[in-house]
């Protein structure tokens, strides 16, 4: 049976239903971020799916040097906290040292450990200690049943509240491919499994300087979490996706959100 993780009104797991974590890739300035938080929210909650707001304060795992990051930390968790107050959402973003970790557990609901840094066993730890809820990336080099051993490093603290990402797997150069036994490998460690569709379709250091994608797959690859029985998705949502300064040909825009939720809402309904 699923371990249902609760996260401000939202859980995640168990006979609920789907739940999407969504926002932007990285947080460009206060007014965008708030505008996609108010627009995120009332798109799902026509949906009627609960909605964790995504958005990374610092893009530190970049390809180059030269990428764009966002605001960094201490600015950061003040726009993510002003979303918490005004919206009333829960908020998650990526930590990618113990040094973040006191800072980001004051604002965060969700404390996400980067899929290239799931097996770094003093961050994972020093996340799980926060009591926070810990959403843990499975990285693109690891196969499913190796998250069982970072799933008892949360554990070993105590902390229960674990929720696992599949978001594809290196298949060759620049290329990630999608196992969908992944899903259901993880979620026999009995916690709730996410769908990750945006970086699924992402095609690492495919553009030279940084990554390409192929967003035109996100939608099938949704559907199919879905009818596989996925607890949530994941997904990064910006309003101009082609001229987004990190991720955008991974990104979705919030029209093609609201047709993909309808489609996975009706998935869900004959389950």
């Known amino acids: ?28 300035s206060e007014s965008a971020c708030l505008g996609m938080a108010a627009k995120l929210k009332g798109i799902t909650e026509a949906a009627g799916v609960p909605l964790i707001f995504k958005s990374s304060y610092d893009k530190a795992n ?33 930590v990618h040292c113990r040094e973040e970790i006191d800072a980001a557990k004051k604002v965060l609901d969700v404390i996400q450990i980067p899929a290239f840094l799931c097996r770094q066993t003093d961050l994972v730890v020093a996340a799980a200690k926060t009591g926070k809820a810990v959403n843990i990336k499975k990285g693109q080099f690891l196969a499913p049943w190796d998250m069982l051993p970072i799933i008892k490093k949360v554990e070993s603290t105590g902390n229960r509240s674990i929720i696992l990402t599949e978001r594809g797997f290196s298949f060759g150069y620049n290329n990630l491919v ?54 949530g998705l994941f997904l990064e949502v910006h309003s101009q996706p082609d001229s987004a300064p990190c991720d955008g040909p991974n990104m979705i825009d919030p029209k093609q959100l609201e047709r993909l939720l309808r489609q996975a809402k009706r998935i869900e309904g004959v389950l």
Request: aromatic share 6%.
């Open 1 to 28: 049976m699923t371990h249902q993780v609760k996260v401000g009104k939202v859980t995640v797991g168990g006979p609920r239903g789907l739940v999407l974590i969504a926002g932007p890739c990285v947080i460009e």
């Open 178 to 231: 999608v196992d969908f036994r992944s899903l259901g490998i993880m979620a026999g460690f009995g916690y709730p499994v996410v769908f990750d569709a945006t970086h699924g379709i992402q095609l690492p250091g495919g553009k030279g300087g940084c990554s390409g994608g192929q967003r035109e797959f996100v939608e099938p690859l949704c559907r199919a979490a879905v009818a596989f029985g996925c607890d």
């Open 62 to 94: 970049r390809l180059s040097g030269d990428s764009f990051r966002g605001p960094g930390l201490t600015r950061g968790l003040e726009i993510l906290h002003k979303v918490k107050q005004k919206l009333k959402l829960p908020v998650l973003s990526d």
